[in-house]
């Protein structure tokens, strides 16, 4: 069953924050957002990835790979319940949120640098020819090999 969810309060500020990821666990596969999250480190000092429900295993894993990668550093996490309104039913539904700040570390640009730098040395090598052999039967009877 599919539930059509709206927020019950209009957070108009919080929707402003332009170092703000909110992670969706169904639309986007996990290193878009790891990659999404280096993006806006190199332009902000620090980057607040957020979530609700599901998607909440999902920013935990962002963070952990990025903290764990030594790209940054756990500021802070905040966790609450968010009333929102089931547009099929009619009635509020609490769900569970999450908000995880994380600051640039100090070896971001150094590590942003290094995976720049091999990413462009990394040339592609066109794999070698390959040889096939393949048999056909000769007038005689006799099976023949050929190579290609």
């Known amino acids: 069953?599919?539930?059509?969810?709206?927020?019950?309060?209009?957070?108009?500020?919080?929707?402003?924050?332009?170092?703000?990821?909110?992670?969706?666990?169904?639309k986007k596969p996990l290193f878009f957002y790891v990659n999404l999250a280096k993006r806006y480190l190199q332009q902000h000092a620090e980057i607040e990835l957020s979530a609700l429900g599901m998607a909440i295993t999902t920013v935990v894993t962002i963070a952990e790979i990025l903290k764990n990668n030594g790209?940054?550093?756990?500021?802070?996490?905040?966790?609450?319940t968010v009333g929102m309104k089931d547009q099929i039913k009619g009635r509020t539904v609490q769900k569970a949120r999450i908000e995880i700040v994380l600051e640039k570390s100090e070896k971001f640009d150094t590590l942003m640098n290094n995976v720049q730098h091999k990413a462009s040395n990394t040339k592609s090598v066109a794999p070698p020819p390959t040889t096939t052999t393949s048999t056909t039967p000769a007038a005689n009877g006799n099976v023949e090999e050929e190579k290609k």
Request: no cysteine; charged share 20%.
């Open 71 to 80: 790209f940054v550093k756990e500021k802070s996490i905040s966790t609450s």
């Open 1 to 26: 069953m599919t539930m059509a969810m709206s927020p019950t309060t209009n957070d108009t500020n919080n929707n402003l924050k332009k170092n703000r990821i909110q992670v969706s666990n169904t």
